[in-house]
């Protein structure tokens, strides 16, 4: 951001400034420090507790390592293909041009899978890896859940710091755990006073990457195929670096001691990747193990790294806007506050990198370790609305201008202007194939959205040119994607298109309720970008705008798309995701919203909808309609019901099986609540349930 930028958004935090500074953050932040007692209890063992810096993240079991539980540590970074597409793959590709109604013909980037095809091949590659396992040993030999007793765990959010305690053989063991913010280095402290030195020794372990496995969860990788890849090892006398040969994959794992271990050898368990070094004392033995692309010229020391953890940590929870609710006597309110609290945490760890993040952030592979480009919403928005413009930088919007020309290329290739954003990608850009990735639509308008926020709050000049070449080829799509019906005399979402329930098909669907109404969104955005930048807009954007389909409806409540039957009697159409809600709570109001039919469809929803298989973030979704049509207190009840466990880890997807974590939901609780502690443009300010007393500082109105 330039200077000017700054300056606007300085003087936006001084004329903010009667409110700051009240609240003492970090002790707000202190009473909802993750605890866990027992190894017992199997919240403890489903979720991990981690330290991480948005690109990077070690998963780490009761003992504070992955000594009993092979958690994962995972990388926007480490990727791997299964080297090469057999030619075979290849030739068994066959292209589905068009779909009957299409036209023009809308080439899908690949058909469905047959056997092993490329699409298949393509979808799996390159899949995120598992960097690898750091653990302790007893007297050389694993250690099981049931060699430990008086376990006992805390996370520290204010210093990112993991301290964990547990019994072992009649002694006490001690462990502290942490993250670099700018290195993917984590620095560990075992101590164990009364054991012997050389009691304890500490292991590495690498895995082969395991390459079918759509969702990988826990635990990622395959241990018993050494044979498939190479680690070799250099080493100094307080410091030994490994290199690892996965494929065409490398990666450096540099591990320093400074601290009880002196003139320790990393020795090799003979047949395998497992590396090991014994302490030599038991008081106190300080390491670090740093993994990397290359080779690393330099790895910071245990004290440096908590340095930092902690001067990060304090910042974290300094910047940007802040929610105190602890004051409200209502139970819900401080659960409320839990929520909101660990989810900041966590997704300063698993959804700050310079990828969006995938669903599962970095504690498992879900798609491959693959992500949405439709679900960056969900992931990213939350930190433009609480002012952590600092974490946002690292993905938006250098991700659009990262994929802007495979996005040209793609809407190109199907006969439109402009971008079309893809869906399922890798960092690189390519979009997995499949129907639903090449039908999907509701990606594309997200820029806006992104955009607009961010000019809410630094409207200036350098706001609208750093986003305009990206908004501009967005609405070039979006302007000629539309098809002119010239019975209805309006311009069609017409098929195929996916909806975001992808539970409709494709070849039938057409003008789609909260598509629709997002493409307006979209359109509109632009043509004030256009204005504020006294650039004439284009006629054609106009005409699409304003004639675009209306709204369908039936029977006096909004309907999710055109052609439909038995809105609210057929099972298939009451469940997955209601994102008719968003019309109104996520978006504005569209001046084509008729608030009776509105109204009517929310009771709807809320009588029939099926919300056994709900995704996490539609009671986000929810949440913010229900604001917006204030109902603070069923915003909450919503905000309440999403599946969080007590480290604040959101439950899986929904009904398809998608593993826990779904961070997408702990994106939506925040920006829920930024609704409820700032409002939205027409009507800012606070709208807690009545009788709370939360204080607030630093938020704006949404939009
Ligand atoms: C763990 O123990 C601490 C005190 O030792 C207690 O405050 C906390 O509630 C316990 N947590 C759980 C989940 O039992
Ligand atoms: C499929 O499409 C690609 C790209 O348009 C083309 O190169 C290839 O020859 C086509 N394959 C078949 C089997 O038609
Ligand atoms: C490390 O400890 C194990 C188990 O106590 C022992 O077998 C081994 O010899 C030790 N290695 C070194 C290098 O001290
Ligand atoms: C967490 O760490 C901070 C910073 O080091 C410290 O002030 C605070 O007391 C710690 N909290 C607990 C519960 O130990
Ligand atoms: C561990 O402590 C228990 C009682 O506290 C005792 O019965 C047992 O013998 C001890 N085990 C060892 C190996 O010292
Ligand atoms: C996009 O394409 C243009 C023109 O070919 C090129 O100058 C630019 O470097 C490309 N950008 C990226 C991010 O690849
Ligand atoms: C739509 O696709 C389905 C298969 O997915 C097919 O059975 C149906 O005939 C198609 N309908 C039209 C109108 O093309
Ligand atoms: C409207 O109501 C009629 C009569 O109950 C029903 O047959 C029809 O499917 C409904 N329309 C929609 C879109 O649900
Ligand atoms: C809104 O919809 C209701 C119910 O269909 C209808 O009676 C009313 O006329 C509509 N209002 C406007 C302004 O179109
Ligand atoms: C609601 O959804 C669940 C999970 O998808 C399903 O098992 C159940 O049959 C649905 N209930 C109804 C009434 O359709
Ligand atoms: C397990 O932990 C959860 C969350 O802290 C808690 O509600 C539950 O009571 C615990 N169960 C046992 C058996 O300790
Ligand atoms: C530490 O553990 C005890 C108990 O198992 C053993 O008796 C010791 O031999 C051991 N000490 C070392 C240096 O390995």
């Known amino acids: 951001m330039s200077w000017l930028a700054w300056y606007v958004g300085a003087l936006w935090l001084v004329l903010t400034a009667p409110c700051f500074a009240a609240i003492d953050r970090l002790q707000v932040v202190d009473k909802f420090n993750p605890q866990r007692n027992s190894t017992a209890n199997k919240t403890?063992?489903?979720?991990?507790?981690?330290?991480?810096?948005?690109?990077?993240?070690?998963?780490?079991?009761?003992?504070?390592?992955?000594?009993?539980?092979?958690?994962?540590?995972?990388?926007?970074?480490?990727?791997?293909?299964?080297?090469?597409?057999?030619?075979?793959?290849?030739?068994?590709?066959?292209?589905?041009?068009?779909?009957?109604?299409?036209?023009?013909?809308?080439?899908?980037?690949?058909?469905?899978?047959?056997?092993?095809?490329?699409?298949?091949?393509?979808?799996?590659?390159p899949h995120r890896i598992n960097l690898g396992r750091v653990g302790l040993l007893y007297n050389g030999k694993e250690i099981a859940a049931q060699d430990i007793s008086e376990t006992k765990q805390r996370l520290n959010l204010s210093s990112g710091v993991i301290a964990s305690a547990f019994t072992l053989d009649n002694s006490s063991v001690e462990v502290e755990t942490m993250a670099s913010p700018s290195l993917d280095a984590l620095a560990f402290r075992i101590q164990a006073e009364s054991l012997e030195p050389g009691n304890l020794s500490v292991f590495l372990d690498f895995p082969y990457p395991v390459t079918n496995k759509k969702f990988e969860a826990p635990y990622m990788g395959n241990?018993?195929?050494?044979?498939?890849?190479?680690?070799?090892?250099?080493?100094?006398?307080?410091?030994?670096?490994?290199?690892?040969?996965?494929d065409g994959t490398t990666y450096f794992v540099n591990v320093a001691w400074d601290t009880g271990t002196p003139n320790t050898k990393i020795r090799r368990v003979s047949g395998s990747h497992r590396f090991m070094f014994n302490t030599t004392s038991a008081t106190q033995v300080n390491f670090v193990v740093h993994y990397s692309r290359s080779s690393p010229g330099?790895?910071?020391?245990?004290?440096?790294?908590?340095?930092?953890?902690?001067?990060?940590?304090q910042n974290y929870w300094k910047d940007g806007a802040?929610?105190?609710?602890?004051?409200?006597?209502?139970?819900?309110?401080?659960?409320?506050q839990r929520r909101i609290i660990q989810s900041q945490y966590l997704l300063a760890v698993n959804s700050a990198g310079t990828d969006p993040p995938q669903e599962s952030g970095l504690v498992n592979n879900g798609w491959y370790g693959k992500f949405h480009?439709?679900?960056?919403?969900?992931?990213?928005?939350?930190?433009?609305?609480?002012?952590?413009?600092?974490?946002?930088?690292?993905?938006?919007?250098?991700?659009?201008n990262r994929f802007l020309n495979s996005s040209v290329v793609r809407a190109t290739s199907q006969g439109y202007e402009g971008a079309r954003w893809g869906k399922m990608s890798d960092s690189e850009g390519v979009s997995s194939p499949g129907e639903v990735n090449s039908l999907l639509i509701w990606q594309q308008p997200h820029p806006f959205y992104f955009a607009e926020l961010e000019y809410s709050v630094f409207p200036t000049q350098h706001t609208l040119q750093k986003w305009h070449p990206i908004l501009e080829a967005t609405s070039r799509f979006m302007v000629s994607f539309p098809r002119y019906n010239s019975e209805t005399k309006v311009y069609d979402l017409a098929p195929p298109i996916h909806i975001v329930s992808e539970n409709t098909r494709p070849n039938m669907t057409k003008n789609p309720t909260?598509?629709?109404?997002?493409?307006?969104?979209?359109?509109?955005?632009?043509?004030?970008?256009?204005?504020?930048?006294?650039?004439?807009?284009?006629?054609?954007?106009?005409?699409?705008?304003?004639?675009?389909?209306?709204?369908?409806?039936?029977?006096?409540?909004?309907?999710?798309?055109?052609?439909?039957?038995?809105?609210?009697?057929?099972?298939?159409?009451?469940?997955n995701h209601p994102a008719l809600a968003g019309i109104f709570g996520m978006l504005p109001p569209d001046p084509r919203l008729n608030y009776t039919l509105f109204t009517s469809t929310m009771a709807h929803i809320y009588e029939r909808w099926n919300f056994t298989g709900a995704y996490g973030w539609d009671y986000a979704l929810l949440a913010m309609t229900a604001v917006r049509m204030g109902d603070s207190q069923r915003a909450v009840d919503l905000l309440l019901d999403m599946g969080m466990d007590d480290a604040g880890y959101p439950a899986g997807g929904g009904r398809s099986g998608v593993p826990a974590p779904y961070f997408p939901s702990s994106g939506g609780l925040l920006l829920a609540s930024a609704m409820l502690a700032g409002g939205w443009r027409e009507l800012g300010g606070r709208?807690?349930?009545?009788?709370?007393?939360c204080e607030a500082e630093g938020f704006g109105p949404g939009i």
């Not at 330099?298 to 940590?313: L, Q």
């Not at 802040?322 to 409320?336: G, N, R, V, Y």
């Not at 969104?521 to 006294?534: P, V």
């Open 44 to 125: 403890d063992w489903e979720t991990p507790l981690q330290v991480g810096n948005g690109n990077f993240a070690f998963n780490a079991d009761i003992t504070g390592l992955q000594t009993i539980k092979p958690f994962n540590t995972l990388s926007v970074w480490g990727w791997h293909n299964s080297t090469p597409p057999p030619t075979d793959i290849i030739l068994q590709r066959t292209n589905r041009t068009s779909w009957p109604e299409a036209e023009p013909p809308t080439p899908l980037s690949d058909p469905e899978p047959e056997k092993i095809t490329y699409s298949e091949w393509q979808r799996r590659n």
């Open 223 to 246: 241990y018993r195929v050494p044979d498939k890849h190479t680690t070799t090892i250099k080493q100094w006398s307080s410091r030994a670096e490994l290199k690892r040969q996965i």
């Open 298 to 313: 330099f790895t910071p020391g245990f004290e440096a790294i908590k340095r930092d953890s902690k001067w990060f940590w």
């Open 322 to 336: 802040f929610i105190d609710c602890t004051s409200t006597a209502d139970p819900k309110a401080q659960e409320l």
């Open 373 to 400: 480009m439709e679900m960056v919403f969900w992931h990213l928005a939350h930190w433009e609305r609480w002012g952590k413009w600092e974490r946002l930088g690292t993905v938006i919007p250098s991700i659009y």
């Open 514 to 575: 909260f598509e629709l109404a997002y493409w307006r969104f979209g359109l509109q955005t632009m043509s004030s970008w256009y204005t504020r930048q006294s650039i004439p807009v284009p006629s054609k954007l106009t005409e699409v705008y304003e004639n675009l389909a209306p709204f369908p409806h039936a029977n006096g409540t909004y309907i999710h798309s055109e052609n439909l039957a038995g809105m609210w009697t057929d099972p298939r159409l009451t469940s």
């Open 687 to 693: 709208h807690w349930p009545k009788g709370w007393t």
